[in-house]
């Protein structure tokens, strides 16, 4: 039996600091359509990994918005 799949996908990040990262990988994993999140400071890369039937676009653009209120200087490279 094959559970259902869930989408992953790695951004390009631009953030300061470590605790900055992690301030992102924490209001990433709160936006609806994110099952879970990992942001790597020292490679700048953010993994996503989206919850079932869940629109990519839709849920990254609020992660974007979550991530500048916590980080205001922060970037998400979406394309």
């Known amino acids: 039996m094959q559970e259902g ?3 992953k996908k790695t951004y390009k990040i631009e ?3 470590a605790n900055c990262a992690l301030k992102m990988e924490e ?5 609806d359509g994110v099952q879970d ?6 490679t700048q ?5 989206f919850a079932e039937e869940a629109d990519e676009k839709a ?3 609020a992660v974007l918005k979550a991530c ?6 922060c970037e998400i490279f979406l394309d």
């Open 5 to 7: 799949k869930n989408m």
């Open 15 to 17: 953030v300061d600091c």
């Open 27 to 31: 209001a990433t994993k709160k936006v």
């Open 37 to 42: 999140a990992a942001v790597n400071f020292m």
């Open 45 to 49: 890369k953010m993994k996503v990994e």
């Open 59 to 61: 849920v990254m653009k």
């Open 68 to 73: 500048k209120k916590v980080e205001s200087d």
